[in-house]
């Protein structure tokens, strides 16, 4: 599917990407993979729900993850897009930082690459040019598995944005068309809970930049801590972040909870007149 990224600053409506995580410790709790059925199951959901793209994951990369190899991602993740692909209305992003992964995913039917790595990886950032599908470049300080320990940032809303601005640079000049790029500050990824909330007052700035901005805030420990609640009690949490960051002109929203995103959303339209 040919696709394009939405830009609010170009007047289209905010998008709702629904993640499908198709790790051992999604569907079940009993460390096993989902099957591919619950997989589609839970894609129709989302896409009934209201989702306007799905993100499909292999390798998470939550804090004190460890990475998964090459093969093991790709046999997560290809047969379910393939079925996606096939199956599904909506565009199909895929949530990896491993060339081989983007490229078997891109060839299963995949319209997006998600890099948490923003494509540092070793010939990440010319696989996906040569791909020509959109990408998201990602803000992490340090790796999933040791990011959380002390985060560190001078100004983090001018780091992340300095950072951000030299990833699209790069990506720009190793081919990538400056239109099929979007950016996104990284929520939790190597940040406390100061700097979490400094960057989504800081939003607009990032939205400034010219690049359509996505930001994944669903269910993440930084409501934990404002919230006191754990991470299956956080759907009223992440709405409530989903619709501010809407506010500061984020253009695609990542979450689990599509439905009540959605509304949260229409809230804002009519408010708003978008
Ligand atoms: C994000 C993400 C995750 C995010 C983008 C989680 C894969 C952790 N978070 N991708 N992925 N932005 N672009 O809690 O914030 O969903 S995984």
Redesign the pocket.
Known sequence: MNWNLPDRAAGDPVQVMG?L?VTPDSFSDGGELPTTEAAINRAREMVAAGADLL?V?GE???PGAEPVSEAEELDRVVPIIERLAAEVSVPISV?TSKAAVMAAAVRAGAAMI???NALRAEAALATAAELGVPV?L?HMQGEPRSMQAAPRYDDVVADVGGFLKERVAAARAGGIDPDKICV?P????GKSLAHNVALLRGLGQLTRQGEPV???????SMLGEITGRPVDQRVVGSAALALLAAQAGASIV?V?DVAPTVDALRVLAAVTGG
Request: proline share 0%; aromatic share 8%.
């Open positions: 993640i995580n993100d994951g998470s990369t939550r949530d998600n890099d948490v998201c990602m996104d990284g929520f939790g990824f996505l930001v994944g805030l669903s269910r993440k990542r689990h």
